[in-house]
């Protein structure tokens, strides 16, 4: 089909000539027709990136009486960022269509600005259902003649809690009216809106019901959860040209992560609610021009930031709910462009992996972490073909050869080569000398590969260490494997744990906050649900005891005691069982085994909260 046999106006068919559109996708092939020829209420289900925009806003516009001064299609969506996407793209598409209006109503922005547009027109507005209500209750938007609703990514705008803003607005509107569903998934919630304020509709779908285009490839990767951070870099680092989110479960950990990653040298930023509408913007912006290759999200903060071309969507974590990881999968493998939304999960989450298997439709392929060589070839041919492929400048580098022939004369042009890329290459080599292997072949037990008899870890990670020291950097809350044995360091137990919002960068964060104790070097933290334990060098014992008197956390009265030094592997039952006080405790059998910074070199908390 060719978008000139859908009938749509000359005027528009111009613009999408423009603009580049050849055909319409399959959502648009369904719903053009559909609308320019009944007036039956519509469900699609369809994903971002599948045109979804152009699918119902190409009819609105097709449909819309430049004549008749009054709004006669409004278009509801969950955040800012989408309702301004929208209204660019229906400003684009209506680029002939002299007259025409499009006026868009969100808030965070002045209210005062978006009367008066609406004053001067407004025959079709965008808005975000918060804004919407609040204008109708202040008689500034007039629904009572809207012919076309659209609720746009209807799923999201429930999650967003936006239910009672769109009971409201969906009641205040006239009866006699076209209304479309659109949304990735089909929660009860949707049925229920459909129930109550659509008629009849009919139902299309692009693909299955909750099922991810076909253009994104699904993969997981199982580590032990101590080796997610390491596994990350390793799926980046084999990746050059990664272009990314990495979805993270909360915003404490999304802090985290970014923060490791840009200390350890990537191009990377954190979007997480804690950030102000400016900055927010900045970092997204900044991701769409490509300025950062990874941003790092929670499920809340990414809504509305619209990318094409993603190559990767990282789940750190999978998402509580299913569904969630259709969205995050989503963002990638758009508009024909193939995709890959990849999981670090640990040996007990192969059980999450088959529910979203079972919910899409789709098989995840099992893949191995890279090892270090593989690591390292692929980012030497990276390195090659930049060289091969780089612009010179003839002109200006001429000048300054013959010095440097002269300088070089005594190197054959194989060991040049090997000098060139050695220049840049060898931190990366390093790094990876002797990486172990983090792949975990069955469920709950380690993999041995990658350890010493006595089951300790070889030197982990050692390049990295290296590296950082190198950059003469603190190591930020690493919370790498370290199997450095505690007999320099005192244990304790603390009174919070991650049901608290308490993370190991919280903790040295606390303790870098109480200055008798500024300096201790911290071991080993494990962050348990209800309490936490940690190490810190021997000869401070008494000193951390008295720094914590009186300490408050988050409303929490902090108390911290001796706790016995931590039962090895052997002794270990793997039993997750609570604190049974006295420094009498049940083993951790998982939790952070954090630290890893070997010497018990003092890490400061970049994001402490305190
Ligand atoms: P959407 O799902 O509306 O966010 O669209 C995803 C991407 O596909 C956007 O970059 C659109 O500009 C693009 N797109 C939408 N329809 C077409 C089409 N018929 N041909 C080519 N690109 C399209």
Known sequence: MTFEETGLRPEILKALGEIGFESPTPIQEKTIPHLLNTDKDLIALAQTG????????????????????????????????????????????????????VVAVYGGDSIDKQIKALRRGGHIVVGTPGRVNDLIRRKRLDLSSVRTLVLDEADEMLNMGFKDELDSILSAMPEERQTLLFSATMPKEISRIAKNYMDTPDEIAVGKKNEGADTVTHEYYMVNARDKYPALKRLVDINPNVYGI??????????????????????????????????????????????????????????????????????????????????????????????????????????????????????????????????????????????????????????????????????????????????EFNRFLTY??????????????????????????????????????????????DFDRDDRKSNN??????????????????????????????????????????FSFFEVDKQYEKDIIDAFQGVNYNGIDVSVEPSNPKPSARDRGGDRGGYSGGGRRRSSGGGYSGGGDRGGRRRRSSNSKY
């Open 246 to 423: 990495v979805f993270c479960r909360t915003r404490a950990e999304t802090k985290e992560i970014a923060n490791k990653l840009v200390h350890d040298g990537y191009n990377a930023d954190a979007l997480h609610g804690d950030l102000s509408q400016a900055q927010r913007e900045q970092v997204m912006n900044k991701f769409r021009i490509k300025h950062l290759q990874l941003l790092v999200a929670t499920d809340v903060a990414a809504r509305g930031l619209d990318v094409d071309n993603l190559t990767h969507v990282i789940n750190f974590n999978l998402p509580d709910d299913p569904e969630a990881y259709v969205h995050r999968s989503g963002r990638t493998g758009r508009a024909g462009k193939k995709g890959i939304s990849l999981a670090i999960i640990h040996t007990r989450e192969t059980g999450r992996i088959r529910q979203i298997e079972r919910m899409m439709s789709k098989k995840f392929d099992h893949k191995q972490v890279p090892n270090g060589k593989e690591v390292c070839s692929k980012q030497l041919f990276n390195l090659i073909d930049k060289i091969e492929n780089i612009e010179v400048n003839e002109e200006q580098i001429e000048q300054f050869m013959p010095d440097i022939y002269k300088k070089l004369e005594w190197l054959s042009r194989e060991e040049l080569i090997k000098h060139f890329v050695s220049a």
């Open 432 to 477: 990876y000398e002797d990486a172990p292997d983090l792949n975990v072949t069955s469920r709950g037990r380690d993999n041995d590969r990658g350890r010493g008899r006595d089951g300790r870890s070889r030197d982990r990670d050692r390049g990295r260490d290296r590296d950082d020291r190198g950059r003469g950097r603190d190591r930020g809350g």
């Open 50 to 101: 599948t045109g979804k925009t152009a699918a119902f806003g190409l009819p609105v516009l097709h449909l819309s009486d430049t004549e008749f001064n009054s709004t006669q299609a409004i278009v509801l969506c969950p955040t800012r960022e989408l309702c301004l996407q929208i209204y660019r793209d229906l400003d684009s598409f209506a680029k002939y269509m002299k007259g025409l209006d």
């Open 489 to 530: 360091y005192s244990r304790f137990f603390i009174n919070i744990g991650s049901k608290d919002e308490f993370s190991p960068t919280n903790l040295i964060g606390l303790i870098n906050d109480q200055p008798s104790v500024s300096q201790v070097g911290v071991g080993k933290i494990e962050i348990l649900k209800k």
